[in-house]
């Protein structure tokens, strides 16, 4: 990779990080030179784990791959670059989107740690970031629990210690999502970057329906984690504390709108749970964009924590997922919708 500086170079040989990795090396090699190096995460981390939510099992097996990890010049330049890059941009909107790939499978455990070794290793400047904009440490604290979420996730589908998804914690990293009681939301900027829904009006229909909804307005992202009951009021209640937190500390003339991309919000759904389920409810809050995209993978994995060609034998416990199941089997999709409701 001869445009990368002879670290970058040392760092893609050593870890095998081929030419499918060479544009998010680039964006490292890039990274603003303002950071010392820290190292990984060390025993005295165990309980810092324990807060975010990750497992004894998973926690142990972080803290094990510290040693390999520590004695690598190519993981010190991957974590430092990469620490750079989220200092650089935190509660940014306009800087480029930032990447966090899984890396080769040949890396075994510290390559599937290295996520978590990040995470532990920004988090206090992101922390330093939010006091610094007056933010309430509690309104901050309960999104970051993501990462036991996201080390459990892959546990289950992998049946080992990994993170699932490691560039969605990257936007934890920079401050730029928060969580109240039951949902969280990410701040975007409608047209821009991969934060922002893929199914939306054309510019014409945007401009038409107003401030809120044209390329470029601000919006929150609506995410639902797996943490319990999606009850009418627990969403209520969640909606007015995220509108009052996020005009108090990141006001924005064009925010009107919190913006949900989900399978949850697929219509289909309806003619399989009564009109009373939790899930319908909360479809019912949302106006839906015309179109969707392919949703069997999305259901499946979150759901069963499999592929769509594997639901057989899917356990058939609750009236969803014996839906999912069923649907898949007639031979029919499921699809990922957007909706917005105003805030």
């Known amino acids: 990779m001869p445009s990368?500086?002879?670290?970058?170079?040392?760092?893609?040989?050593?870890?095998?990080?081929?030419?499918?990795?060479?544009?998010w090396l680039a964006s490292l090699d890039a990274a603003p030179d303002a950071d010392p190096e820290l190292p990984f995460a060390s025993s005295g981390d165990a309980v810092t784990l324990e807060r975010l939510g990750v497992s004894a099992e998973d926690a142990a097996a972080v803290l094990a791959s510290q040693r390999h990890l520590d004695r690598s010049p190519g993981f010190r330049w991957l974590l430092r670059q990469c620490r750079r890059l989220v200092i650089a941009s935190m509660g940014d909107l306009s800087c480029p989107e930032l990447r966090l790939p899984q890396l080769p499978a040949a890396l075994g455990l510290?390559?599937?740690?290295?996520?978590?070794?990040?995470?532990?290793?920004?988090?206090?400047?992101?922390?330093?970031?939010?006091?610094?904009?007056?933010?309430?440490?509690g309104a901050a604290s309960a999104v970051f629990q993501d990462l036991g979420r996201q080390m459990d996730l892959y546990r289950r589908a992998h049946g080992e210690t990994g993170v699932d998804e490691p560039w969605w914690l990257l936007i934890h990293l920079r401050g730029l999502i928060y969580?109240?009681?039951?949902?969280?939301?990410?701040?975007?900027?409608?047209?821009?970057?991969?934060?922002?829904?893929?199914?939306?009006?054309?510019?014409?229909?945007?401009?038409?329906?107003?401030?809120?909804?044209?390329?470029?307005?601000?919006?929150l992202g609506v995410h639902i984690p797996e943490a319990g009951p999606l009850t009418p009021q627990a969403c209520a209640d969640s909606l007015a504390a995220a509108g009052t937190f996020f005009g108090e500390f990141f006001p924005s003339p064009t925010r009107r709108l919190a913006i949900c991309e989900s399978w949850l919000l697929d219509d289909q759904l309806a003619e399989y749970l009564p009109a009373d389920a939790n899930t319908i409810r909360f479809q019912r809050l949302f106006t839906l964009v015309p179109g969707?995209?392919?949703?069997?993978?999305?259901?499946?994995?979150?759901?069963?924590?499999?592929?769509?060609?594997?639901?057989?034998?899917?356990?058939?416990?609750?009236?969803?997922?014996?839906?999912?199941?069923?649907?898949?089997?007639?031979?029919?999709?499921?699809r990922v919708r957007s909706g917005w409701l105003e805030l």
């Open 110 to 137: 510290a390559g599937r740690c290295f996520p978590a070794h990040l995470f532990l290793a920004t988090l206090p400047a992101t922390l330093e970031w939010q006091a610094r904009q007056g933010i309430p440490a």
């Open 4 to 23: 990368l500086s002879a670290q970058g170079r040392t760092a893609a040989s050593e870890l095998g990080l081929g030419a499918e990795y060479a544009g």
């Open 179 to 219: 969580e109240f009681g039951r949902l969280q939301y990410n701040l975007l900027r409608i047209g821009a970057g991969g934060l922002s829904p893929r199914l939306w009006y054309d510019d014409a229909q945007a401009r038409g329906l107003g401030t809120g909804f044209r390329h470029g307005d601000d919006a």
């Open 292 to 334: 969707w995209l392919p949703g069997d993978k999305d259901v499946a994995y979150f759901v069963f924590q499999r592929t769509a060609e594997d639901l057989a034998d899917a356990p058939q416990r609750t009236t969803l997922q014996r839906a999912i199941v069923s649907h898949v089997q007639a031979g029919q999709h499921w």
